[in-house]
């Protein structure tokens, strides 16, 4: 028996440490939790409770194959490793020979978030020449928002929750998507802290707060202007912090003037006192600290939705306090530590700047015909963008296309591996060696391999090794091996402390107040209230309420949201195994009583919702979570869960209109119809 620490690999903010027991004959017998992991302490989630299940399925992709029945049948056959490489080097030369490299495009995403995984790779397609995927479908806007503003991504260690008296969970539902930060919630509220959440939905997170408002979605600006209009009018706001570390106050006074409650209840739908109460609470009660994550940046503004948020703190000169200011991902610190070039490789351009291609609008990218040169290969790796990514139609439309060689590299025959025309077998975390730099807590995990890679699957920068050798290439940085790499690109970190503990800290200021005495890193060197940078690019200098283009209308009158609520799902990757879909709920339209009664509709009716790209039927499920003119299709399902291997999912009604800045997508500004089947 062996006892084995690794870290999961999961696109998750808490990237839990585990360990993982082996017996004799090399087999993984159980897996739980470490106990001596600062952040997760022993606990895993509902998910990775059952990873064995993932690992040992029968339904695991183990040797490569290629498609034999039309593309989307699902009908392969098994061919060799050698098979494999030789046809993908042979499409790829005669592919750049008769279209240029940037006819062949990676498109990954962080299905494994680990370093290699998910970043050793661009090696290989930088020497290849091939498109580069700019954007994505997760963070970025929120990044880009805040650094609008602060000039940078980085806020509060989140684990300082523990010492706030007023934590405003906003647009994140941390319950169920970052659970093992909750023992440090429950912590200040031990100590008499409130909890508000702000969501349009009445989530798990809701149902256990103190305080829950729920605006409109896509309405928050007009809240967060209204509490700046409160905290100027009554006299709450730092002056003195805000006179030394800010630019734009009279312009920004001047600004929210005209937005009152009464003004912002309107837009949002909130109560008027409750938006004087929240303002002042928020003004008064410190350290006041604002949580967020990543699910409000699903929106056309969601650059906006950052940019106003992390006004606020400012404002109550909250960034004086442990406990105090606002705390998103952590990834922008824990990047610290990490080598990027050293791992990335840029130089390998070799002085070639390839086209860039939307992520989030793989669909239009797909199927458009000026581009030049037209996509002819794709190799899909760590992603299942017939689940994941909005307008799937186009998707579908564009994988379909037979003049298009697609290749994909996963652990299950997914709805997206259902249309490769070759599948390579993936290793799964426990047969990996790799690092994780989390964006939850300021940790660095380490992952050792616990056993064997099943059949003849491989990790992701084993995949990139073969391809190189299948292309032909020389270039010894494409070959390096794991355990190299790994010392190279974490040169603060001892590597072999890391492997031995399983885990290591990453910098953080000492005293825990970041931006106590500012020093942000914008072009004037303070937080940026008005933003004369974004005024130069066309954008409001100051934050401004805007509406999404896509918004309810007499033909599609409610706002659709399509959100992650299953606690055994983990994006789009566990609802096919048996441990976890079968156990949900299964997928259903929730509207309101008011609603489903305006409609004639009643629980488990069958209902039609639908816009102008696609049309699902679903059960009716009546239910407090959402309010009028809001319902919500649950996201994370396959096609199979929707009635059959084409059926539309959630994503086939979601629209894919580009965030404001950031690259995002506004997957939640979608208006559909609802009716009676
Ligand atoms: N169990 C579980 N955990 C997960 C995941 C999972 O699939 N399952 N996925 C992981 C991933 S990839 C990510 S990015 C994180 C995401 O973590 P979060 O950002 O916490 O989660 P989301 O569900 O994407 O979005 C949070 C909330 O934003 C709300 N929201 C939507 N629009 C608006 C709006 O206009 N205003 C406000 N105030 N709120 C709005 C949604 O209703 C939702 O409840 O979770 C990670 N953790
Ligand atoms: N409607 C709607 N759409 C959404 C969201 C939403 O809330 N609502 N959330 C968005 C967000 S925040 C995100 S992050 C994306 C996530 O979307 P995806 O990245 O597509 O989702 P995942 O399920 O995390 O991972 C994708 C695949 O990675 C595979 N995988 C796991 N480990 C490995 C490995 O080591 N190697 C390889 N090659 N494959 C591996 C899994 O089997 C899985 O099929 O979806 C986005 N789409
Ligand atoms: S999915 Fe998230 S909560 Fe679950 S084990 Fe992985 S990192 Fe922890
Ligand atoms: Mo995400």
Request: charged share 20%; net charge negative.
């Amino acid at each position: 028996m062996r006892i084995v620490l690794g870290t999961c690999h999961h696109d998750c903010p808490d990237s839990c440490g585990w360990q993982v027991t082996v017996d004799d004959a090399g087999v993984a017998t159980q897996m739980r939790g470490n106990p001596d992991h600062p952040y997760s302490q022993g606990e895993l989630c509902p998910k990775v409770n059952r990873y064995l299940g993932r690992v040992y399925s029968d339904e695991r992709v183990l040797h490569p194959m290629r498609r034999v029945g039309a593309k989307g049948e699902g009908r392969f056959e098994q061919i060799s490793w050698d098979e494999a490489l030789t046809e993908i080097g042979t499409r790829f030369h005669a592919i750049i020979d008769e279209h240029g490299a940037e006819a062949i495009m990676p498109y990954v995403s962080a299905g494994n978030q680990s370093l290699l995984a998910i970043m050793f790779g661009d090696r290989f397609w930088h020497h290849l020449g091939a498109s580069r995927v700019t954007g994505g479908l997760c963070g970025l806007v929120a990044g880009a928002g805040t650094a609008t503003t602060m000039g940078t991504g980085k806020g509060m260690d989140p684990s300082d929750l523990r010492n706030s008296r007023f934590i405003n969970l906003w647009g994140t539902n941390t319950r169920l998507t970052n659970r093992h930060l909750w023992p440090f919630i429950e912590e200040a509220r031990g100590n008499g802290a409130t909890v508000v959440v702000i969501d349009p939905i009445r989530t798990v997170t809701a149902e256990s707060a103190d305080w829950f408002l729920q605006p409109k979605p896509g309405s928050d600006v007009a809240l967060m202007l209204a509490m700046m209009h409160v905290l100027i009018r009554d006299g709450l706001v730092d002056r003195e912090w805000v006179d030394a570390h800010t630019v734009g106050f009279d312009d920004l006074a001047a600004h929210v003037a005209e937005w009152t409650p009464a003004r912002a209840a309107a837009v949002t739908g909130l109560d008027e006192g409750d938006i004087e109460t929240l303002a002042r609470r928020y003004g008064t009660e410190s350290p006041a600290a604002i949580r967020t994550l990543v699910g409000a940046e699903h929106h056309e503004h969601g650059g906006m939705f950052f940019r106003t948020l992390t006004c606020l703190p400012a404002l109550v000169g909250a960034w004086r306090h442990l406990g105090g200011g606002y705390a998103r991902s952590v990834g922008v610190w824990t990047g610290d530590v990490l080598d990027h070039a050293a791992l990335t490789r840029p130089d390998l351009l070799a002085g070639r700047s390839p086209r860039g291609i939307a992520m989030p609008q793989l669909g239009r990218a797909l199927t458009d015909t000026e581009l030049q040169p037209r996509l002819h290969a794709v190799v899909m790796i760590g992603v299942n963008p017939l689940v994941s990514v909005p307008e799937r139609q186009r998707v579908l439309e564009g994988l379909s296309r037979d003049d298009l060689f697609t290749v994909v590299h996963d652990q299950f025959i997914t709805d997206t591996a259902r249309y490769a025309d070759i599948v390579l077998p993936a290793t799964t975390q426990i047969e990996a060696t790799d690092a994780v730099t989390s964006w939850g807590s300021l940790h660095v995990g380490w992952n050792e391999a616990a056993i064997e890679p099943l059949g003849e699957c491989v990790s992701n920068s084993e995949l990139h090794r073969r391809l190189a050798r299948a292309m032909g290439y020389t270039e010894p940085a494409l070959f390096e091996d794991d355990l190299t790499v790994l010392r190279t690109v974490l040169p603060s970190i001892d590597v072999d402390a890391l492997r031995r503990d399983g885990v290591a800290d990453v910098p953080f200021p000492a005293d825990r107040r970041p931006w106590a005495d500012g020093g942000f890193p914008t072009p004037s060197g303070k937080l940026e209230l008005r933003s004369d940078a974004m005024a130069a690019l066309g954008f409001p200098a100051l934050p401004t309420y805007l509406e999404a283009d896509e918004s309810p209308t007499d033909e599609f009158p409610f706002a659709l949201l399509t959100p992650k609520q299953q606690t055994r799902f983990l994006n789009s990757s566990y609802s096919h195994l048996p441990k976890h879909g079968p156990l949900e709920p299964q997928p259903a339209l929730e509207l309101c009583a008011a609603d489903a009664l305006q409609l004639g509709l009643a629980d488990g009716d069958s209902a039609r919702v639908w816009n102008h790209r696609a049309s699902l039927d679903l059960p009716v499920r009546i239910t407090e979570r959402v309010r009028p003119g809001v319902v919500a299709v649950p996201w994370g399902w396959w096609a199979r869960h929707h009635g059959g291997d084409d059926a539309p999912v959630a994503n086939s009604l979601t629209s894919d209109a580009a965030t404001d800045w950031g690259g995002g997508v506004a997957f939640w500004d979608t208006a559909v119809a609802v009716a009676r089947v």
